[in-house]
């Protein structure tokens, strides 16, 4: 059975940074993409960060893009979201997911595989 565990949310204040981890069990995920998404309360799930099966083409939400950052360990089966200057419109429960597919993707409905999330609080 496929899991998909993250951790590493919590509360931080404003400016400061987190990084998230999600560890992939009941099979490897080194042939495909991963990616995070994250859904505030009273909003959509939206994307946030993907990356493809090699670890070499990286995407970002634009606004995004200047703050985290996607990487993975395959040999840990494991993605993880660096995430810094932490603002609070970034409070969200953060999701990780895995698609079946060698090349990253934006959109939800393209993975597979999801966490159950993370909550991640930034507090002014």
């Known amino acids: 059975q496929v899991q998909m565990v993250e951790s590493g949310g919590g509360l931080v204040q404003a400016g400061g940074s987190l990084r998230l981890s999600c560890a992939a069990s009941?099979?490897?995920?080194?042939?495909?993409?991963m990616g995070w998404f994250r859904q505030a309360p009273g909003k959509e799930r939206e994307f946030v960060a993907t990356i493809n099966w090699s670890g070499v083409t990286k995407n970002y939400a634009d606004s995004l893009k200047a703050r985290f950052t996607i990487s993975r360990d395959k040999a840990k089966n494991t993605v993880y979201l660096q995430m810094n200057s932490l603002k609070p419109e970034d409070t969200a429960v953060y999701y990780c997911?895995?698609?079946?597919?060698?090349?990253?993707?934006?959109?939800?409905?393209?993975?597979?595989?999801w966490g159950r999330g993370t909550q991640v609080t930034v507090s002014s």
């Open positions: 997911a895995a698609r079946e597919e060698l090349m990253a993707a934006t959109e939800a409905e393209m993975y597979d595989y």
């Open positions: 009941g099979r490897t995920f080194s042939s495909s993409a």
